[in-house]
């Protein structure tokens, strides 16, 4: 399945506006940009969706992303720029897709677009409208830079999980093991084509680990932020207590004797700037940062400035059984030599069906921000002979399962799940446990809740 690229740029002008093109399309694209109305304060509750959840408030509704949806619709998707997509989508072979590349400004880019909801959407099923639920469809950011190409390998991929638990009265509040262990299970079927090694920062700093060898894939698991300057860092360790000695920078603030039973947390950072260097070196071909405001722009730019091709982060508070889910199908996909394309469309909807998540984590599909500016849709190519051939085969037909699992699934706007005509569900899983642990204001900023 191939995927063409369609290209918007956006950028704002001034305090309520912003300018909008099609750079590139199947269909051709737009001299000149379109003027569009900035609801600033709208557009800011659409993002808040995504902040900390504390214990008892409600879940995140369809109704809130279908109105946030037609929020961000109506800044990206004016009706010049809706054309477009709608001719390309006509214009492309049927069994092909459309890459939606955003190419944001600073402005804009740390938005859910995720949630774009097409104009004219209509109708019972709550997931119709939205561009990233569709199966041809696959929205990514970024342009494509650079024109390398790369060549078939029979060698294993190497997977480095890099986490940082953090380990209150006995306790990991941030489910960091269990997300070690739900991938490893998930991910024994790939062993042939995908190698995971797993350290934790504690034991291993992550520059040591990343400098034994090719890592071709990065996964982290553990908490990001950034500083009061904006840098963007993830946390190696963080302890109640000063440990053993390496040099721990120290958070401070009233609430914490409450939440942890100490006045105080050390913390072992890394920036994003040398991340980023070190990804480089390793031959990093995809970055994933399973951790709760890891898709920010203040944490990413450094990684993709160094000339990591692929990087993944999330909107805002990720669970553990969604990471999970998630990293499952689109390591799968891609380990066998499937385009992220593919891999990412097919791991987004894994995620609607009916046994994959509880009802009220199911909002989860959309905070996932994928970072693409590798002009290669095949992260990790493999020769189409015998077996390979044949798993990407039986791959693309459990894809299509899980579309046709989800379309025969009406999601109502109440969450509830109705007129089920079919749900063969092929290979789901169910793995890790919930858990609260919000974290308030640290010296630098909120330290995000992991769950």
Request: net charge negative; hydrophobic share 40%.
């Amino acid at each position: 399945m191939d995927f063409h690229d369609f290209q918007i740029r956006a950028w704002q002008s001034d305090a309520s506006h912003a300018q909008v093109l099609v750079h590139s399309s199947p269909v051709g694209d737009m001299r000149k940009p379109t003027t569009v109305r900035l609801e600033t304060d709208a557009l800011g509750a659409v993002r808040a969706l995504f902040g900390d959840r504390t214990a008892g408030e409600p879940s995140v509704t369809w109704v809130d992303l279908i109105a946030g949806g037609q929020q961000l619709a109506a800044v990206l998707l004016p009706p010049p720029v809706y054309t477009l997509l709608i001719r390309s989508l006509e214009r492309i072979p049927p069994d092909d897709g459309l890459r939606v590349r955003l190419c944001l400004d600073n402005a804009l880019v740390d938005l859910p677009w995720e949630c774009l909801y097409r104009p004219d959407a209509s109708g019972g099923d709550a997931t119709a409208g939205f561009l990233a639920l569709d199966s041809r469809i696959s929205l990514v950011r970024e342009a494509p830079s650079g024109t390398s190409q790369t060549l078939p390998a029979r060698r294993k991929q190497r997977l480095l999980f890099a986490g940082a638990p953090f380990m209150v009265r006995g306790s990991d509040r941030w489910g960091i093991e269990e997300e070690r262990q739900g991938l490893a299970e998930a991910l024994q079927p790939v062993g042939e084509y995908l190698a995971m090694e797993s350290i934790t920062g504690a034991q291993t700093r992550f520059e040591a680990a990343l400098a034994r060898g090719p890592v071709d894939i990065f996964h982290y698991s553990g908490d990001t932020n950034a500083s009061a300057d904006g840098a963007g860092f993830l946390v190696q360790e963080m302890r109640t207590d000063p440990g053993d000695g390496r040099k721990y920078q120290v958070w401070q603030h009233p609430d914490y004797q409450a939440v942890y039973g100490a006045d105080r947390v050390y913390v072992d950072l890394m920036y994003a700037e040398q991340l980023g260097r070190l990804l480089r070196a390793a031959g990093t071909k995809l970055a994933v940062f399973s951790a709760c405001n890891s898709g920010r722009w203040s944490f990413v730019a450094p990684l993709l400035r160094a000339g990591v091709p692929v990087v993944i982060g999330a909107q805002g508070e990720l669970a553990t059984t969604a990471a999970v889910a998630f990293f499952h199908k689109l390591y799968t996909a891609l380990a066998i030599g499937l385009s992220l394309d593919e891999a990412v469309t097919w791991a987004r909807l894994h995620l609607l069906e009916p046994t994959t998540l509880p009802e009220d984590w199911r909002w989860q599909w959309a905070m996932f921000m994928v970072y693409m500016p590798s002009p290669e849709a095949v992260l990790f190519p493999k020769p189409r002979q015998g077996q390979v051939r044949e798993r990407q085969d039986a791959a693309r037909c459990a894809r299509q399962q899980t579309i046709y699992n989800v379309s025969q699934t009406v999601y109502n706007v109440n969450q509830t799940i109705g007129n089920v005509k079919q749900t063969t569900i092929n290979d789901n899983i169910t793995i890790g446990t919930m858990q609260s642990g919000q974290v308030t204001g640290a010296s630098v900023g909120q330290i995000g809740a992991r769950q």
